[in-house]
């Protein structure tokens, strides 16, 4: 039997004691099982009874309580329930189980984590737009989308990531119209031009700047002098181009691609960000058009005041196609949900993108099921919040831009340089640098914003990578210097060996809530209390040179394999020395 079996037998014992007790006395509750307050004594709470006996007088609460009690009945080798205060059921594991689930887990490669998920996950991170720097607000997609890349895995599924350029629609008109007015032809010798001049994303980025000032911000076509188109119907003239696939656009268009996708793929390795497929919008474009001609002769696409929509029941509708004729990214993000179910086997859509992006992925999902493209699979968005700067608002330049994600990378290595001193080799320096950025970004919920603080997330001391990063090498040091060899653990001693049992006991708990809730801060959170826990236990006990060393020893070896562990799900790398 594996721990993972082991552990949530205890688990499902406990479970099963409690609703047992219930039942005896009539009480119909499911048994919840949760970490009880600081201060409790116990290693878990049910706190079930309280929605019962809130509402009864204290004599009458207490007697329910009591004969609960009475009828509780756990086996001795798993732990104890008992009953505290009004409505409370503590409950203490055994020190000799706490110890024998550690054993099981020293000698587990997944250090009890059952890859019990089936079926395939494709992870969108919905990806940098072509021509355009990534900047901070591409930082959480990456970073949180690489963790929860790592989490799938871990349980079990077949995982595709992809990063779904945005490299479609009118902005890439806009870039042709900018590199045009530039000076640069878009014929067959502009071409010859363009294959020779070497851009860098920061040209790229400049010809979209001049184009997208080219065009105004609404639409102010006049017709009126047919000899003079405006320059915003010239933009939509070039993207009309590309998608019907005019050669020397489409070829100028690739150039300019590939420049974009060398650049990304740079910054994606810096932040160890892996990507199976490197598809676009552009990918979709056959199917938007197999898609709307199959969807319109079915009825479940249609005309609408002269755009072209998929109705919603209770919001608003898909928009595939403006009145202008132009193809929308409701179309393209439709279509690449269709063409992962269909191609990729899809089962479980996991969108890593930020939060103002809900709505819309939401009419995605309904579309999707509704005109039956997508006929069994579970849509997910893992939203995130924005990085805000010292003001609380979202982090930006002196000119108020979003800051480009090569400068904060920047900013945090220089200050984790002047942290760790000049004789400490680059290699290393970049390692704990992005690993306090990651983590600084993965301590959060997702869901919530959090404050850029450079100061903080490179310190060795508190809630950081850094500090992480330095339990593990400490750890192993220790390891190195031993006289001994890890053995088995013993049943523990004292409360700092005790406590750091039962953390670690709780790691493949943490690993399933941070799964099913695609939330890696879990994971960030644990893995900070389990180095706090080791931090107290390596002030309290004598680890080398003491009779119980051998044991001392392997709890020292699981506790840096469930922190190596950590910070691997968090895409974090850890140093030999720091």
């Known amino acids: 039997m594996s721990f993972i079996l082991e552990l949530k037998m205890a688990y499902a014992e406990i479970s099963a004691a409690l609703a047992a007790a219930f039942k005896s006395i009539d009480l119909d509750i499911t048994p919840v099982l949760s970490l009880p307050a600081m201060g409790r004594g116990a290693d878990l709470q049910c706190n079930s009874l309280m929605p019962i006996v809130g509402k009864l007088p204290p004599s009458e609460a207490a007697v329910v ?114 590199l045009e007015a530039s000076g640069y032809s878009l014929d067959a010798s502009g071409l010859d031009r363009i294959k020779k001049a070497d851009f860098k994303l920061s040209d790229l980025q400049a010809f979209y700047v001049i184009g997208n000032d080219l065009c105004p911000a609404k639409d102010e076509d006049d017709d009126s002098d047919s000899n003079q188109a405006s320059l915003t119907a010239r933009a939509r003239h070039l993207t009309s181009l590309l998608q019907g696939g005019h050669p020397e656009i489409t070829d100028i268009w690739s150039i300019l691609r590939s420049v974009s996708l060398s650049e990304i793929g740079e910054l994606a390795k810096t932040l160890g960000a892996h990507f199976d497929l490197w598809l676009g919008e552009s990918d979709s474009h056959s199917d938007v058009l197999a898609m709307v001609e199959t969807l319109t002769g079915a009825g479940s696409m249609i005309h609408d005041a002269g755009a072209l929509i998929v109705p919603l029941e209770n919001q608003k509708p898909l928009l595939i196609r403006s009145q202008a004729g132009s193809v929308l990214y409701g179309a393209t993000d439709l279509a690449t949900a269709w063409a992962r179910y269909r191609d990729l086997k899809a089962d479980y859509h996991v969108y890593c993108v930020d939060k103002r992006q809900s709505m819309h992925l939401s ?133 700092a060996s005790r406590h750091l049992l039962f953390e670690l006991s709780r790691f493949s708990i943490v690993v399933d809530r941070a799964y099913l809730e695609l939330k890696p801060h879990f994971v960030a959170e644990y893995a900070f209390q389990l180095a706090q826990a080791f931090s107290t236990y390596y002030a309290a006990v004598q680890i080398i040179g003491s009779k119980s060393e051998a044991s001392e020893l392997g709890l020292c070896l699981l506790t840096m394999k469930v922190l190596e562990r950590c910070l691997y799900l968090m895409g974090i790398n850890v140093p030999e020395r720091m």
């Open 363 to 495: 009419q995605v999902e309904q579309a999707a099921h509704s005109t039956g493209l997508v006929l069994e699979g579970v849509f997910r968005h893992a939203a995130f919040g924005t990085v805000n700067g010292s003001d609380g608002k979202a982090i930006k330049t002196r000119e108020g831009k979003p800051p480009a994600l090569t400068d904060l990378i920047d900013t945090v290595t220089r200050k984790t340089r002047e942290k760790m001193g000049p004789g400490v080799d680059d290699a290393v320096v970049e390692m704990v640098a992005i690993g306090a950025l990651k983590f600084a970004d993965l301590i959060s919920d997702r869901t919530s914003d959090y404050l850029f603080d450079v100061e903080k997330m490179t310190s060795q001391e508190g809630k950081s990578g850094p500090y992480l990063q330095y339990a593990v090498v400490r750890i192993k040091s220790l390891l190195d210097r031993a006289n001994a060899v890890p053995g088995t653990i013993e049943p523990p001693t004292d409360p």
């Open 65 to 178: 309580v009591a004969q609960v009690g009475a009828a509780l009945n756990l086996p001795a080798e798993v732990g104890i329930i008992s009953p505290s205060g009004r409505a409370f059921l503590n409950v203490t594991l055994s020190d000799a189980y706490l110890a024998k689930i550690a054993n099981e887990m020293i000698g587990d490669p997944t250090l009890g984590v059952i890859p019990d998920a089936t079926g395939v996950a494709v992870l969108d991170f919905g990806g940098p737009n072509v021509a355009k720097q990534l900047h901070v607000g591409h930082l959480r997609s990456f970073v949180i989308g690489e963790s929860l890349r790592r989490l799938l895995l871990s349980k079990g599924h077949k995982v595709i990531s992809d990063i779904h350029l945005g490299d479609w629609g009118l902005q890439m008109g806009k870039l042709l119209l900018g």
